[in-house]
């Protein structure tokens, strides 16, 4: 996905792979996450990806990460790099 406001820095996925959560530096120096799960539209019948979770902002990276693991992921995670 892309964002207007910042670039991902890291993408995070849950073990079933039908969870994912963004990792953004915004433009304005802060961090937040974006989280996501898959769905199925049966009128076109393909799968997207359905926002559940904008998260606050956050001074730093590694508190953004640690929430988004904790609150959304549950720790079940496999990461992305560099997406």
Not at 31 to 46: G, K, L, P, W
Not at 59 to 65: I, L, R, T
């Amino acid at each position: 996905m892309s964002y207007s406001h910042a670039k991902v820095i890291n993408v995070y996925e849950g073990s079933d792979r039908q969870t994912r959560v963004d990792i953004l530096a915004r433009d304005d120096g802060f961090f937040e996450y974006r989280a996501y799960t898959q769905r199925f539209e049966e009128f076109t019948e393909e799968y997207y990806w359905s926002p559940t979770v904008k998260s606050g902002i956050y001074a730093n990276v590694e508190d953004a990460e640690r929430d988004a693991l904790r609150e959304v992921l549950a720790l079940d995670t496999k990461s992305k790099q560099g997406h």
